[in-house]
């Protein structure tokens, strides 16, 4: 029982590390695209603000961020807990159909 709870306090703490990791890359994600923006409108102004220039560093690090969510959160929708039991079945079973197939032509 002692080793179960020893196993349940480790996950726990790495959920919480990878939480807290999410937090610090969204902080610095904001503050980062804060001052870049801030940068283009001081020295271009309002009327070269708005083009996919301006925002390309935002848009494609949100994606980034976006998916840091999902892995932070557990909640993968393409490569799930689901994903990873149906990737580990298919190698299995494929594992012992070749260890069949090995020892049959033997």
Do not use: C
Not at 30 to 48: E, R, T
Not at 51 to 79: C, E, K
């Amino acid at each position: 029982m002692k080793d179960y709870n020893n196993v349940k306090l480790e996950r726990a703490k790495k959920q919480v590390e990878e939480i807290k990791g999410f937090y610090i890359h969204l902080m610095v994600y904001v503050l980062v695209n804060a001052f870049i923006m801030g940068n283009i409108i001081y020295h271009s102004g309002w009327n070269d603000f708005f083009h996919f220039g301006s925002f390309f560093t935002p848009f494609f690090w949100g994606i980034g961020l976006l998916a840091h969510y999902y892995q932070a959160s557990g909640n993968m929708p393409f490569f799930g807990k689901d994903w990873e039991q149906r990737q580990i079945q298919k190698y299995m079973e494929k594992e012992k159909r070749e260890s069949e197939d090995f020892f049959k032509k033997k």
